[in-house]
Structure formats: structure tokens, C-alpha cells
């Protein structure tokens, strides 16, 4: 897909989020959101819409942590990438190590063999990141994508 066709759905899809968001039904009667207000956006991104200019894109989301360039013919369009931590979980586990050692053959020699295990408590750290990714067309917002990924640490 070329990079001009790439930026044009993503303005469609900027126009279809508009548009769905302008049409999302209230709560129903058991108090349970509809399925595309769970989508919405709960972070400060939630503040922003189509056409808002940057400087007024970098006062609700701060400076982003990094911007990717896109190569587009009709103006420059560039994604600003902002990730934050939303949860973390740490769990204890139990790690077991073998423990080699020489072993005596009947015939006088030795073998390296297992002879025992050594057990080591640690932490797993589970961590929970949000990505949002912000299309920016000549100095304006157009659309977001937000997805998380989780990540493990073990001490």
C-alpha cells in the first residue's frame, strides 16, 4: 500500500471514529456501557478532536516521546507516539536450577550427572503499557490508535 493511500484511510477511519463517536447510544437500563463507548478513549487523548492544531495537541498530551515522519505528497503528516505505564503486577515464583556434579562410575572414572537442585525465589514484574499514536497532517490532529502491550521483568 503506498504511503498516500496509507494516509488517506487513516483520515477516513479519523472521519468514521467522528462520526461513530457523534452516534453512540447512551448506557442502557442494566447500567452497562455499549460496546463502543468501552472503545473511547479514557486518557487525556479523549480531549482531542480532527483538526485541532498542535500547540493546542501538546498542552492536553505533553511533548510526545517520539515522532515518526510519513512521506506523503500533499503535505507532512507524522505520527507522535506517546506510551505510559497503566498497571503493574508482580508475582512470586520459585526457580529451580540443577545442580551438576561428578558422579564415581564402577569403573574408577566420573560423570558429570545432576546431583541436587538449588531453588531461588524471585519476582516477576508484569507491567502494562499504553501506547497512543497520534496522525498529525500539516501541524493538525487527525485520528488516534491506542493499544497496550505488556512487558516481564524478573528480579
Known amino acids: 500500500m503506498h504511503t498516500r493511500s496509507q ?3 487513516a483520515v477516513l477511519v479519523g472521519l468514521l471514529v467522528r462520526a461513530a463517536d457523534a452516534s453512540v447510544p447512551p448506557p ?8 463502543a463507548a468501552a472503545a473511547a478513549p479514557k486518557g487525556p487523548e479523549a480531549a482531542l478532536f480532527p483538526e485541532m492544531p498542535a500547540d493546542a495537541v501538546i498542552k ?5 516521546e517520539s515522532v515518526k515522519p510519513m512521506k506523503v505528497p ?15 503486577r508482580v508475582d512470586f ?3 529451580s ?6 558422579v564415581p562410575n564402577g569403573n574408577g572414572t566420573t560423570r558429570i550427572a545432576q546431583t541436587g537442585e538449588k531453588l531461588d525465589n524471585r519476582e516477576e514484574h508484569h507491567i502494562t503499557t499504553e501506547v497512543v499514536e497520534l496522525l498529525m497532517f500539516n501541524g493538525h490532529f487527525v485520528t488516534q490508535k491506542v ?9
Do not use: N
Not at 492536553?60 to 510526545?64: L, Q, R, T, Y
Not at 493499544?147 to 528480579?155: G, L
Open 93 to 95: 515464583v520459585q526457580v
Open 74 to 88: 500533499a503535505g507532512k503528516a507524522e505520527v507522535w507516539v506517546y506510551a505510559r505505564q497503566v498497571a503493574e
Open 97 to 102: 536450577t540443577p545442580v551438576m556434579g561428578a
Open 28 to 35: 442502557d437500563s442494566a447500567g452497562t456501557e455499549s460496546k
Open 7 to 9: 494516509f488517506l484511510t
Open 147 to 155: 493499544s497496550r502491550r505488556e512487558s516481564v521483568k524478573i528480579y
Open 60 to 64: 492536553i498530551m505533553g511533548k510526545p
